[in-house]
Each structure stands twice: as C-alpha cells, then as structure tokens.
C-alpha cells in the first residue's frame, strides 16, 4: 500500500509500499516516531483516507472496492477510538454511546438496552447522565470506547487512544481494551508512540519509520531483541536513563547489554557465570519487567577482571541462552 499527500513535485510519500497482515482477534501495535505514517495508516484501513496504491482487506472484504453506500454499511464493522476522544460536547455519555445506533433508525428500546449495557461493560453506567465535561479524561475515553463498539464492531482502531491520559488512567484503559479484547474477541489495532503501551498489551508490533515497516514480530522478539536502530532508540527513550551517560572508558572493564526471558529470568544466570572466576560485575541499568505475561529483563552491566575471563563469562551467558550484545555500547 502507498499514500501521498500534495500532487507533482509536492507530493510527499507517506505510506511507503507497506504490507501488514493482523490476525483475528489479536492485539497488533504500530509504534514509531510522530510523522512516521502510523495515523495515516490506521485511517487507509476503514478508507478515512485512500490509498493510492494498494488494497485494504478486512475480515475478507476488499475495501477499496466497495461504493459509497457498501463503504459505509462496511465501516460500521469497523470501530474508532481517538486520542482526544471526539465526543460530542453538548451530548450525555449515554448520548454519545447512542449515536451510532440512531443514525441506524434502531427501534427506541433496542439502542437503551445496547447503550446500558455498554456503559456496564466500560464501567460508565452512573455517570451515564454526565457530559463530557463533567468526566476526567479516563472516563471521556472509556465514553469514547463504548461508543467504538456500539456496532459490534470486528475491529477496533486506536489512534494514540491512551497518549492524552497519565499514567495510572492508561493502566485502567489499556486493562479496559484487555478485557473488551479477551471477552469479544474483537481485534484490536493500536497505534502509538509508547513503548511502554505496546509492551503491556500486544501481541504482535510494527516499527514505523518514514512511511515504512522497518521491523516487525511478536512483542517479546522485537522488545526483547530489537535489529533495527529505530527501534533500539526508541526503548532507549522508555528507559529511566541515558545508557550512554556515565559509561565512559576511565572506569575500564567490558560495558555489555544483556536480554533475557522466560524461565531464566528468575535464576541467579549472572551470578553463576561469575561464580568460581575473579570477574565483578556492576549493573549500570536494568529493566525487569513482563511482557504478555512472559518474564524478560534487560541489562546494561560492566565487567572487570582478565580479558580471558571476562570472555568466559560472556559464553556462559550464551549457552544459559542469553543474549549478549556488545556492538552499540561503549567499552
């Protein structure tokens, strides 16, 4: 798929010859750095806006062969969650979540019931009465969720749906789209900027970077092990500090970043490959987190002591089936 904006020598390529397959029911993130195509992307798959070149299927139906009137009865299969909500000021949360079903001409008593139990579902139901005003981000967006799913969508679009929300209200609705996503089984696409997001609840990611997919694969094989420096940067930036500051070559010994997960992440791995040698080591930084419920870490530790032993380690660190990575870090 390609789509450019401007015509002629203004044109400027947006989506650049991308090809993204999401599976049934899964959660697939697209992360990337702002202007890197993600949004556009995410609206080239309900025709928001038109590929140039290229087709967009859903759930088997060739979108961009549709006519107007198949467009829309299509779309409707298709819900939206946006950053900033986009709910109607002068509507009530019930209001909003019912809008969608009246511009269906649904009897009366079909769109209450539909609308109580969504705001139940989103746990909105008594501030039902409320405008948009009067509810905390979280809740505008929890309104903005309900009314994504109205139509009993089959896909769920999410356009930086937590990017406006701290961070305990991310948590909540992230927990949210968890549930809708177990519960419905509706598949979910999600784009952001955040690591941290992608981390807790997809199942597969892209990287995005100038209109292209520069990497992509389940969520623990890209975070875990990432091949593009797109991708290396952009977990740098979640981490709590600089990698880089504080290595520096007067402290000597071998700087190295460690990966690791499942099983190994809860045996003492690194204190056994140092055991019986006169090799220290120091953790310069660490992230010991989960992703999907697989246990992983991620390391940055100095070295000290012989050369030859500080190799040995290194090895023993390999066949526990750890990863080692000494190309991008200062020694």
């Excluded at 970043?257 to 099983?263: D, I, P, T, V």
Aim: aromatic residues 4%.
């Amino acid at each position: 798929m390609c789509k450019s904006y401007g015509s002629g020598k203004h044109s400027v390529p947006v989506i650049d010859r991308v090809s993204l397959e999401v599976a049934k029911g899964e959660i697939f993130g697209i992360i990337g750095r702002s202007g890197a195509g993600k949004s556009t992307l995410l609206r080239c798959i309900n025709l928001l806006a038109r590929p140039d070149s290229g087709t967009v299927t859903v759930a088997g139906v060739d979108m961009t062969r549709l006519g107007t009137k198949q467009l829309q009865a299509q779309r409707r299969k298709i819900g939206m969650i946006f950053q900033h909500f986009n709910l109607l000021s002068t509507a009530t949360a019930r209001e909003n979540v019912a809008f969608p079903l009246k511009l269906q001409k649904l009897p009366r008593e079909d769109i209450r019931r539909r609308v109580d139990e969504l705001l139940e579902t989103v746990g909105m139901h008594e501030h039902a009465d409320k405008y948009p005003a009067q509810l905390s981000g979280g809740q505008q967006q929890r309104v903005g969720i309900a009314r994504a799913l109205a139509n009993h969508p089959d896909v769920l679009l999410c356009d930086e749906a937590t990017s406006a929300l701290d961070q305990e209200t991310t948590r909540s609705v992230l927990a949210l789209l968890k549930d809708i996503n177990r519960k419905l089984g509706v598949t979910i696409l999600l784009v952001t900027h955040e690591m941290d997001v992608v981390r807790s609840i997809c199942d597969r990611v892209a990287v995005m970077h100038r209109g292209r997919i520069v990497e992509s694969g389940t969520t623990p094989e890209v975070l875990l092990k990432p091949r593009h420096p797109v991708t290396r940067e952009l977990l740098r930036q979640t981490e709590e500090a600089d990698e880089r500051s504080g290595f520096g070559t007067d402290a000597g010994g071998t700087v190295v970043r460690l990966f690791y997960s499942g099983e190994s992440a809860g045996e003492p791995v690194l204190s056994e490959a140092v055991s019986g040698t006169s090799v220290r080591f120091v953790i310069l930084h660490g992230i010991v987190s989960r992703i999907r419920d697989v246990p992983y870490g991620r390391l940055t530790i100095r070295l000290t002591g012989p050369s030859d032993e500080v190799q040995a380690v290194i090895e023993k660190l390999g066949q526990r089936g750890w990863e080692v990575d000494r190309s991008d870090v200062a020694g």
